[in-house]
């Protein structure tokens, strides 16, 4: 997140906006705005290339993002506001408005809303609207900007989106700048030269100013994946990353997500794709989609901001800002941040649940579910000679027994980390760390088809974390009993990471005994962060961990049969219709 230079300056002076900041709103609004001949109430003043939806001064900061100032019920009837929406696409609005604010501006409030409009009115045409009450001239804690930048990334998906307060300039450009932030992770200094030039006078206090700032401080701390190639970042633990995730995630996603890692799931993703033979369809091409058009808004933020850096932007109309005290200031703001940002948990829930079936990963989830016991076969741990010598015993093991493809042994052997990496995967997964950390790349996991690279970005995640997921007595607690007891002894983020570590290994069938023995023991000393060397796993656990392997597979297998018979029976129905 490189910046072109020093963050703006307001478009306030320190005099005017002390004045803003001392008397009440409705009194500036009354002396200042200009009552029913507001300029920001009408086309009046105003000219048509001021006017991107005609009637409203209005300006599209991105593609799909538009700055409005505010409209009105007689706006909307005079100009056909709704219906320009629907020609544009505009599928969401999103209103950073106080109800009752502004009331000596333009035509009356409405009674029912307390805004100029009735958002019944959007809504009725099928736009989706959204308020985040935030004060004018003003400014909010970090985690509610976060709130409304996640909403109007989530309405991006759906089309595009306007976004409004009074004039469409102060707390709309806030929003939108941070938004940009959070998409194109550009820097503050960047992003606020962007939407003022797209829309002159935007983001005009000084307080408005620094929060920008303060939202990609924060941003800038939580994006880290891989911490050993992060500049800014120091390791963390699960819990510390989940609670980072959580900032970052939203919708669906975040649900899915709650306690389990996002490197865990897609890159479990990738393998069982890889062993399915099968490429990436769906949801991973919508987000190479994405992030490619962020890159590139990211290019034109950053070219944009430096011609208008260049350029020399104009200072505020009377004294300057006091730059010793902003310092001081952004000092603060740094020990003071994360104050504002921590992340509820919650109690966590137990991993097993009901009577469910094994969910076949379509979020990287693993729900296991409450299956007849079945007893546990005791075995001996794996001798260390089987370890030096496992390839002679792929080869020469279960001769009977039906064979995996050789890709499938391909995945499984860059999962038991049998050879170390040669300088080709140690250079792709240095790369795919720097997009990972840089630019959050998650849609380039898809496109990647070498096995060992997605093996080894998946043991360096859990191996770089401060504390390993699991120590050896959460290790112990499969030493004897029932798995699932054992499971529900762990936290949640510790069952859910567990459970998609060895769905992964599910995804991989027909492997001889002693491979998948090597797998395991590899998830488990991932896990603990133990060295190759480590002492080996107590009795039984193994035996549990392959249990629960098993049982996934079982319970997929009969997922599956379930469904192709579902879609028999729907489409026998439909012939004889």
Not at 152 to 171: D, P, S, T
Not at 346 to 368: A, E
Not at 387 to 399: C, F, K, M, P
Not at 533 to 553: G, K, Y
Request: with cysteine; net charge neutral.
């Amino acid at each position: 997140m490189n910046s072109s230079g020093e963050i703006p300056r307001p478009t306030y002076s320190q005099t005017r906006e002390r004045v803003v900041r001392a008397v009440h709103p409705h009194l500036i609004c009354s002396l200042t705005c200009g009552g029913r001949e507001c300029r920001y109430e009408g086309p009046e003043c105003w000219s048509l290339e001021q006017q991107a939806i005609r009637g409203l001064y209005s300006s599209w900061i991105t593609d799909e993002i538009l700055a409005t100032s505010r409209p009105s019920t007689r706006l909307i009837q005079e100009h056909n506001i709704t219906g320009q929406f629907q020609r544009f696409g505009i599928h969401s609005l999103v209103n950073a408005q106080l109800p009752w604010e502004h009331p000596y501006c333009g035509d009356p409030l409405e009674p029912q809303s307390g805004f100029s409009y009735r958002p019944q009115d959007f809504m009725d045409s099928g736009i989706s609207f959204y308020n985040f009450s935030l004060p004018d001239f003003g400014v909010v804690p970090v985690p509610r900007i976060l709130d409304a930048v996640k909403v109007i990334a989530f309405a991006l998906r759906e089309g595009k989106v306007a976004v409004h307060c009074h004039a469409g300039l102060g707390r709309t450009g806030v929003l939108i700048a941070c938004y940009l932030v959070f998409a194109c992770r550009a820097s503050a200094a960047d992003v606020i030269r962007f939407v003022r030039l797209r829309r002159p006078g935007s983001i005009q206090t000084g307080a408005q100013v620094s929060l920008v700032c303060d939202f990609a401080l924060f941003l800038n701390s939580q994006w880290a994946v891989f911490p050993s190639t992060h500049p800014s970042s120091s390791p963390f633990t699960l819990s510390d990353y989940l609670i980072s995730q959580r900032h970052l995630l939203h919708g669906q996603e975040a649900r899915s997500l709650r306690y389990l890692p996002k490197p865990v799931a897609i890159l479990c993703r990738r393998l069982a794709q890889l062993a399915r033979g099968s490429r990436a369809r769906g949801g991973p091409w919508v987000e190479l989609e994405r992030e490619n058009a962020n890159r590139l808004l990211l290019h034109t933020i950053a070219k944009a901001a430096n011609e208008r850096h260049r350029k020399g932007e104009p200072r505020p109309s009377s004294e300057s800002e006091d730059t010793t005290e902003h310092g001081e200031k952004v000092k603060r703001r740094r020990v003071l941040l994360q104050s504002q940002l921590t992340c509820e948990t919650g109690i966590l829930q137990l991993l097993l649940t009901g009577d469910t079936q094994v969910d076949i990963v379509s979020n990287g989830i693993c729900q296991l579910g409450l299956a007849p016991k079945t007893p546990l076969i005791p075995e001996d741990r794996l001798p260390e000679d089987k370890q030096r010598n496992s390839n002679t015993n792929v080869t020469n093991e279960n001769r009977g027994a039906i064979m995996p493809s050789p890709h499938v042994l391909c995945i499984a052997e860059a999962l038991a980390g049998l050879e170390d990496p040669d300088p080709d995967t140690k250079e792709g997964v240095q790369s795919m760390q720097r997009l990972l950390n840089e630019q959050e790349s998650w849609g380039s996991i898809y496109t990647e088809n070498n096995p060992k690279i997605i093996c080894t970005l998946l043991w360096d995640w859990l191996q770089q974390l401060k504390e390993p997921v699991l120590c050896q007595e959460d290790v112990n607690l499969f030493c004897d009993g029932d798995w699932r007891e054992n499971l529900t002894r762990l936290s949640r983020s510790q069952g859910e990471t567990l459970c998609c570590l060895l769905q992964c290994v599910s995804k991989l069938p027909s492997l001889p005994t002693t491979l998948e023995d090597l797998v395991l023991l590899r998830l488990i000393r991932a896990l603990t962060q133990q060295p190759p060397d480590s002492p080996r796993l107590p009795d039984n656990v193994l035996s549990q961990l392959r249990t629960i392997v098993n049982e996934i597979r079982m319970y997929g297998v009969t997922a599956r049969a379930q469904r192709k018979q579902q879609i028999h029976n729907a489409s026998k129905q439909n012939g004889e219709q």
